[in-house]
C-alpha cells in the first residue's frame, strides 16, 4: 500500500497573474515558500502520526522520509510519500505476560492473545535470538510453523485520516496563503 499526500492552495487561484510574473522574474521565491509551508506541516503530520499510531517518533520519521519538495519536482507542490502495510508489533512496546503480548498499537495498551517473545516455561522464560525481538504468533498447534504478529496500525491510512489529516489541513492552506499574500504586499504593495 502506498499513499501519497499532495496539497496546492485553490485560495490562491485569485492572484494567478502576480504570481505568474513573481514566477518569470525570480522563480526561486514561490518554491521557497511552498518548501517552507511545507516543511512545517510536514513537522505537524509527524507529531500526530506519531501519537495517532503509537510508533516511536523515529520510526513515523522514516516511514515519512523525504518530501518531494517545489524545486525537485519542477511544480509549486510539495508531496510526502509514505506506504507499507501492518506494523509488526515489535515496534509498538510489545511486553510478554501469561496471556500472551501486550502492546501499544493507537497509544492504548492491548493484549494480542497467544503471542509470544520468549522460549522455555514460565515463570524462566528466555529472550530467543532468532525472533529478533519480534512477536510471533503460531499457525498450527504443533507451534513449528510461526509468523509474525501484526497490529492493524498501517501508515498510509493513518496519514490521512483523524487527527494527522487535520493538523495537515488546518496548517497548510493557512500558512501558504498568509506568506504567499505576504510576499505579494512586499512586493508589489497590495
Do not use: C
Not at 8 to 34: C, F, G, K, T
Not at 96 to 119: D, Q
Not at 126 to 135: L, M, R, S, Y
Not at 136 to 150: E, I, Q, S, T
Amino acid at each position: 500500500m502506498m499513499i501519497s499526500m499532495r496539497w496546492a492552495d485553490q485560495h490562491l487561484a485569485r492572484y494567478a497573474e502576480l504570481l505568474e510574473q513573481v514566477n518569470r522574474e525570480s522563480p526561486l521565491i514561490l518554491p521557497r515558500i511552498v518548501n517552507q509551508v511545507g516543511n512545517r506541516a510536514k513537522t505537524q503530520v509527524i507529531r500526530h502520526l506519531t501519537a495517532q499510531t503509537g510508533l516511536p517518533r523515529k520510526t513515523i520519521v522514516k516511514a515519512v522520509g523525504n518530501p518531494s519538495t517545489a524545486r525537485a519536482n519542477g511544480k509549486l507542490s510539495y508531496e510526502m510519500t509514505t506506504r507499507g502495510g501492518q506494523i509488526r508489533l515489535k515496534y509498538l512496546a510489545p511486553r510478554e505476560t501469561r496471556a500472551g503480548v501486550v502492546a501499544k498499537p493507537f497509544g492504548k495498551r492491548t493484549l494480542f492473545a497467544g503471542t509470544f517473545m520468549k522460549g522455555g516455561r514460565f515463570p524462566n522464560r528466555v529472550g530467543v535470538a532468532a525472533f529478533g525481538g519480534h512477536v510471533m504468533r503460531r499457525l498450527d498447534r504443533a507451534g513449528r510453523k510461526l509468523a509474525f504478529a501484526r497490529s492493524d496500525v498501517v501508515i498510509p491510512h493513518e496519514m490521512t485520516t483523524g487527527a494527522t489529516l487535520a493538523a495537515f489541513e488546518r496548517m497548510a492552506a493557512p500558512l501558504l496563503r498568509t506568506r504567499v499574500e505576504a510576499m505579494l504586499i512586499r512586493r508589489f504593495g497590495r
